[in-house]
């Protein structure tokens, strides 16, 4: 193949995946250190962080091959923040342990794919084992102080932030961080709503380090058709073209072709615009669409309602603060709908709330929204002396404010790696689940299993602690909740201790480092592009 080489072995790519986790396992755990960043500015002083995502996402290789390795570590530990918050360090080093077990099987001639099979299967055993030892936070503050705390890298003050906003919310609320503009980390708490869905496309973006994109005093057009034609959108366009104020298009569905016309308007500072497009789905979506028009003082731009875009009006768009749209959600500050119009909205909804004969499924949807029009949004600004101690800060706050939900989701379980260990423990007896496994699937189930311990051993060397001999000794215990304490150094209850996880994001973790290990395991061939590839540093 011209101007490429082709390397029959994955071994450079497990070791790139080897020496990124090299660099981070040593910030796991209540005593682990810190990781100094180079900001690629001569002047400029390093980036010092104990945030394994930060770390992850500062990390790559000149060598192809070990960047490869580097990439996918990425990638996993990406999906772990983006999903829970939590437990990105965790899941690189799940990832280099299955990897390097799994190696030396593959070297001995086992099926490649019977192994993958076994460790999938060896890793669901493992998320029902979670799921089934998970204790529900049922509004339990304290509890959730305890996660927050954990995945603040074991400060306090994390966790205090973190309750003092959901009291303040409510255990549903919204919680985001942001930068101070002084030394001090303050929670100011304001009007707002949530939608469950994100940009239509990452040219919209305007804050890459966060991925949003952030509108400040924006028009937005609530609307209830699909947008076919750029000729169809223009009367809005002009609307705030008029008076220089960005705008967010929330609708039913967009023509691709209007939609790049958008984005290179935008890309070109002509306009400031952003497009969110189906939001829920059928009578759900023009509900949740009325109620975002009523809360921000515009029109549900609906043919149903007898309004369209072709007798389009001013009047009709409505406005909010300031609006963050991220890939996943869409976040709207202090819109400016009329609080009596709102009022009657809640009051209309929460009398069909005790209606008897609404479904379970309805009245979730009402409770939602009704959440939603009343609800508050916490913006925890983060202070510091330096920007990029507030960087740090912020990063830490939100990791733990998705710990904290992740927890209210499912529930929370003993920290430390604990939960894992026990886990295989339990698996190694379990005959029944052998018993289901076929020829070398047991192989791969013996790779997850084994290297389940990894975590509570990495926790307490960073401790300063042997940690074969912590998972000896927590071995002997008989209590499923005894573990190592590695802040106390001492062995306790953990639950009583609250030393605790997110389940979820244990769970989360443990698949995408299966996930990404069992892939990593079935190449056979590496293709890169045919140069010097020598040179092995950052």
């Known amino acids: 193949m011209e101007g490429k080489n082709i390397n029959k072995s994955s071994e450079k790519i497990i070791k790139g995946i080897e020496k990124v986790v090299d660099a981070v396992k040593v910030t796991l755990g209540p005593s682990g250190k810190a990781v100094a960043i180079d900001t690629g500015m001569v002047s400029d002083i390093p980036d010092i962080q104990r945030d394994g995502a930060t770390i992850l996402k500062s990390i790559s290789f000149k060598d192809r091959e070990l960047n490869m390795g580097a990439q996918l570590v990425k990638k996993a530990s990406s999906q772990c923040e983006s999903e829970s918050g939590d437990s990105t360090t965790t899941c690189a080093i799940l990832i280099n342990e299955f990897c390097k077990k799994g190696q030396k099987y593959i070297k001995t001639g086992s099926n490649v794919n019977e192994i993958k099979s076994g460790m999938l299967k060896a890793g669901k055993y493992v998320s029902d084992y979670i799921k089934d030892k998970s204790i529900p936070v049922a509004g339990d503050l304290e509890k959730i102080r305890k996660v927050a705390t954990i995945s603040g890298n074991n400060d306090p003050t994390i966790g205090d932030l973190i309750v003092e906003s959901l009291k303040k919310v409510g255990i549903d609320g919204i919680i985001r961080a942001d930068l101070s503009s002084g030394l001090d980390t303050t929670i100011d708490v304001t009007t707002g709503m ?4 994100g940009w239509n496309s990452p040219q919209y973006i305007t804050n890459a380090n966060d991925g949003v994109c952030e509108m400040e005093n924006p028009y937005i057009a609530v609307i209830g058709e699909k ?10 366009i002009e609307a705030s073209m008029k008076v220089n104020r960005p705008l967010l298009i929330i609708c039913d569905d967009i023509d691709q072709i209007v939609d790049s016309t958008l984005i290179l308007n935008t890309l070109q500072g ?3 615009a952003c497009v969110v497009k189906g939001i829920d789905f059928g009578d759900a979506r023009k509900n949740t ?10 029109e549900f731009i609906c043919p149903d309602n007898g309004k369209d875009l072709t007798n389009f009006t001013e009047e009709y768009l409505g406005s909010a603060k300031k609006v963050i749209i991220s890939r996943d959600s869409t976040i709207i500050y202090e819109g400016a709908g009329d609080k009596d119009s709102i009022k009657k909205r809640v009051e209309i909804l929460k009398k069909r709330l005790e209606d008897p004969k609404v479904s379970a499924y309805d009245k979730s949807k009402f409770e939602s929204r009704v959440a939603n ?4 949004i916490s913006t925890i600004f983060c202070g510091g002396a330096t920007e990029a101690e507030q960087l740090n800060i912020k990063s830490t706050v939100t990791d733990a404010i998705l710990a904290s939900k992740s927890a209210i989701e499912e529930g929370y379980v003993p920290g430390c790696g604990t939960i ?3 886990a295989a423990i339990q698996a190694e007896k379990d005959k029944s689940f052998w018993k289901s496994l076929v020829g070398d699937e047991t192989i791969g189930a013996i790779i997850v299993l084994s290297s389940l311990p990894i975590i509570m051993k990495t926790v307490a060397d960073n401790a300063g602690w042997s940690g074969d001999v912590v998972l000896e000794t927590v071995k002997k215990y008989k209590k499923e909740t005894m573990g190592f304490d590695a802040k106390a150094r001492t062995y306790c209850d953990l639950l009583e201790n609250g030393i605790l996880d997110s389940a979820k994001s244990i769970r989360i973790a443990l698949n995408n480092a299966i ?3 069992s892939m990593v395991l ?11 590839d020598s040179n092995e540093n950052k």
């Not at 949530?194 to 869905?197: A, E, I, S, Y």
């Not at 029009?373 to 508050?376: E, P, R, V």
């Open 420 to 422: 894992y260990y026990r």
């Open 227 to 236: 947008i076919s034609s750029v000729p169809q959108i223009y009367p809005v």
């Open 373 to 376: 029009l009343t609800g508050g």
């Open 522 to 532: 079935l190449i056979d061939s590496v293709i890169v592009d045919d140069e010097d």
């Open 270 to 272: 002509i306009i400031r």
């Open 289 to 298: 669409m009325a109620d975002i028009a009523i809360a921000c003082g515009g």
């Open 515 to 517: 996930s990404t290990a």
């Open 194 to 197: 949530k939608l469950n869905k």
